[in-house]
């Protein structure tokens, strides 16, 4: 293990990048009590989404000066762009009110029908139907795009009740870890599964025959869980969303536009093309270039950002992390790797594991069990965690989302995940 001081550098700025993403909330409130009211300033330091992509900034000064201009843009032709560029693209496309509202109406129908058939409360059974369906829908639709349904539904229909900062944390660990599991039941949808369906052979039955009822079975024991620790709360709020119509009129369009993003996920040419046509479609229904103001550009910028900034950090942590992996017994690289992913985005870890030859079965599966299971710990944790930052965070007031409550509330929906994958393991 030879390190270059390319690679040392890169491998503190990731640690950094982890020290400052957990004192982002303490680093804001020094800013907007000081004398630096830049806006600016205040996204660049405090703002989770943008700090990957700073500390990326910096290794690339850094590498410009030690190795040249060349050398670092060689580096940068190396790396792929592709995650962050569909995340961008699809934080468009699903943010959009049509795939909202149909989604929405899905979760209303499903919970009006499980509030009668079980004679449980409505909002227990709402509540229940965000945290499983909506992680569930992220296997089909992919985990960004559910992420950023679910937590737009949980916003508009729990997060702007009066709820305590216990309820909002817990729910928004929950379904870090939900979605951090729900999307593996295909091999396209979640980032980690992504990364090595392609070089291990993996195909829709592997997925279903690795993680299928497990999966499924530690979803609804943390929903339940969820409930039972906040079913006070739950039932003091009146929650009643009216079922609508499914298919009003233009909605099509949108789904068309979804499911041809998903569907090209992989072309970074198409996924450009496919983004020109989306706004020019954005810009013709709307008759105008004012409808543009309906897209979430900020939130899928920022998370962008932070994707494209760990894909510059990560892919210099070989020189480490494929030693850590390969001197690990099954046991210990599933709770290693449930660890490490708290640092290192989960796609990085199974990446990586990926490229390592002659590995058995128990090691591929130790390795993506353990990164899916941890993905739900920290914001950095899962590809699509930022995307609910950059959705719910105004509702956690001045502070935002702080890294040890969320990990905290994390601790038993994570314990309940790495049970069931585990224990129940071939």
Same mark, same amino acid.
Request: hydrophobic fraction near 55%; charge should be positive.
């Given at each position: 293990?030879?390190?270059?001081?390319?690679?040392?550098?890169?491998?503190?700025?990731?640690?950094?990048?982890?020290?400052?993403?957990?004192?982002?909330?303490?680093?804001?409130?020094?800013?907007?009590?000081?004398?630096?009211?830049?806006?600016?300033?205040?996204?660049?330091?405090?703002?989770?989404?943008?700090?990957?992509?700073?500390?990326?900034?910096?290794?690339?000064?850094?590498?410009?000066?030690?190795?040249?201009?060349?050398?670092?843009?060689?580096?940068?032709?190396?790396?792929?762009?592709?995650?962050?560029?569909?995340?961008?693209?699809?934080?468009?496309?699903?943010?959009?009110?049509?795939?909202?509202?149909?989604?929405?109406?899905?979760?209303?129908?499903?919970?009006?029908?499980?509030?009668?058939?079980?004679?449980?409360?409505?909002?227990?059974?709402?509540?229940?139907?965000?945290?499983?369906?909506?992680?569930?829908?992220?296997?089909?639709?992919?985990?960004?795009?559910?992420?950023?349904?679910?937590?737009?539904?949980?916003?508009?229909?729990?997060?702007?009740?009066?709820?305590?900062?216990?309820?909002?944390?817990?729910?928004?660990?929950?379904?870090?870890?939900?979605?951090?599991?729900?999307?593996?039941?295909?091999?396209?949808?979640?980032?980690?599964?992504?990364?090595?369906?392609?070089?291990?052979?993996?195909?829709?039955?592997?997925?279903?025959?690795?993680?299928?009822?497990?999966?499924?079975?530690?979803?609804?024991?943390?929903?339940?869980?969820?409930?039972?620790?906040?079913?006070?709360?739950?039932?003091?709020?009146?929650?009643?969303?009216?079922?609508?119509?499914?298919?009003?009129?233009?909605?099509?369009?949108?789904?068309?536009?979804?499911?041809?993003?998903?569907?090209?996920?992989?072309?970074?040419?198409?996924?450009?093309?496919?983004?020109?046509?989306?706004?020019?479609?954005?810009?013709?229904?709307?008759?105008?270039?004012?409808?543009?103001?309906?897209?979430?550009?900020?939130? !899928? %910028?920022?998370?962008?950002? #932070?994707?494209?900034?760990? /894909?510059?950090? *990560?892919? &210099?942590?070989?020189?480490?992390?494929? =030693?850590?992996?390969?001197?690990?017994?099954?046991?210990?690289?599933?709770?290693?790797?449930?660890?490490?992913?708290?640092?290192?985005?989960?796609?990085?870890?199974?990446?990586?594991?990926?490229?390592?030859?002659?590995?058995?079965?128990?090691?591929?599966?130790?390795?993506?069990?353990?990164?899916?299971?941890?993905?739900?710990?920290?914001?950095?944790?899962?590809?699509?965690?930022?995307?609910?930052? !950059? %959705?719910?965070?105004?509702? #956690?007031?001045?502070?935002? /989302?702080?890294? *040890?409550? &969320?990990?905290?509330?994390?601790?038993? =929906?994570?314990?309940?995940?790495?049970?069931?994958?585990?224990?129940?393991?071939?």
């Amino acid at each position: 293990m030879n390190p270059t001081t390319i690679e040392i550098l890169a491998t503190v700025f990731l640690f950094l990048g982890g020290i400052h993403t957990f004192l982002s909330s303490q680093i804001r409130r020094v800013l907007l009590n000081g004398n630096f009211r830049s806006s600016f300033l205040q996204n660049l330091f405090g703002e989770v989404e943008f700090i990957f992509g700073f500390w990326a900034v910096l290794l690339l000064i850094g590498m410009t000066l030690i190795l040249g201009s060349k050398g670092a843009l060689q580096y940068m032709g190396r790396l792929s762009f592709h995650e962050p560029l569909f995340v961008f693209v699809i934080l468009l496309v699903t943010a959009a009110k049509p795939v909202i509202e149909f989604s929405e109406q899905s979760i209303v129908f499903l919970s009006q029908w499980l509030a009668r058939w079980f004679s449980m409360p409505y909002e227990w059974a709402f509540y229940s139907c965000c945290l499983v369906l909506g992680p569930l829908m992220g296997s089909l639709i992919t985990e960004p795009a559910a992420m950023t349904v679910t937590a737009w539904v949980l916003k508009k229909h729990f997060y702007q009740n009066p709820v305590s900062l216990r309820f909002k944390y817990l729910t928004l660990a929950l379904i870090f870890v939900n979605i951090s599991i729900g999307g593996v039941l295909t091999p396209f949808a979640a980032p980690p599964i992504l990364m090595v369906a392609h070089p291990w052979g993996w195909t829709l039955k592997d997925t279903l025959h690795h993680f299928g009822w497990k999966v499924i079975l530690a979803i609804l024991l943390n929903a339940g869980w969820g409930v039972f620790c906040l079913r006070a709360e739950l039932t003091q709020m009146k929650i009643q969303p009216k079922l609508g119509s499914f298919g009003a009129r233009g909605r099509w369009v949108y789904f068309l536009f979804l499911a041809v993003t998903i569907h090209q996920s992989d072309d970074g040419f198409s996924l450009v093309g496919i983004f020109a046509c989306y706004l020019a479609m954005i810009v013709w229904r709307g008759k105008g270039f004012k409808a543009l103001k309906m897209l979430r550009f900020r939130e !899928s %910028i920022g998370v962008t950002c #932070f994707l494209g900034g760990l /894909v510059i950090l *990560g892919g &210099l942590q070989k020189w480490w992390l494929e =030693p850590f992996l390969k001197n690990l017994n099954a046991v210990s690289l599933f709770l290693g790797t449930t660890f490490l992913t708290s640092w290192v985005d989960n796609a990085l870890l199974t990446f990586l594991g990926s490229q390592v030859e002659g590995v058995t079965e128990g090691f591929k599966y130790a390795l993506v069990a353990g990164a899916i299971a941890g993905g739900g710990m920290t914001v950095i944790a899962n590809a699509p965690n930022p995307i609910a930052v !950059s %959705i719910l965070e105004d509702e #956690f007031g001045v502070d935002g /989302v702080r890294a *040890g409550p &969320l990990w905290r509330a994390a601790c038993v =929906p994570t314990v309940i995940a790495m049970a069931c994958l585990w224990l129940f393991s071939d």
